[in-house]
């Protein structure tokens, strides 16, 4: 079961670098507390489990929350920041993960992650739409850097399609 998991977190990996974070994490901590005989083995299957419900809730958050993938995975870039959610509230996280996976995908080149010009482009663009959308000064220099990671993580499957 742990390797099924390690498996799906692996794919989730191409898509969501929040999420991946999250799940390997929740994995790492239970396999450990197992290895350190701190759970019994009764106790690990329902955590795994457990993991493998919260995997599945998390497609389905997206469906609810009206995200694609792709804008979910910003969207959880965004909100990774609790004050950020309280002070901006979702809907306004929703259009400005919208907004970021319309501008970034066009701005995204096949070198973007390795020519430094391309990415300062990038890095400045989402800057903009933060400050533009009332994203907390405070917090924009941590959420750029995460969005700027989730840009690497899908920008193969995005330069791949133009």
Known sequence: ???????????????????????????KRTVLAYQNRAIATYEVIEELIKLAQEMREAVRRGEDLGLSDDELAFYD????????????????????????????????????TIRESARAKIRVMVRRILRRHGYPPDLQAEATKLVLEQAEALCGEWAGEE
């Open 77 to 112: 870039a965004l909100a990774q920041n609790a004050s950020a959610v309280q002070v901006m509230g979702v809907d306004e996280l929703k259009v400005i993960a919208t907004e970021l996976v319309l501008n970034v995908r066009k701005s995204v080149t096949i070198d973007w």
């Open 1 to 27: 079961m742990r390797k099924l998991l390690a498996s799906e977190i692996k794919t989730r990996s191409k898509k969501n670098v929040v999420q991946t974070r999250s799940f390997a994490e929740m994995l």
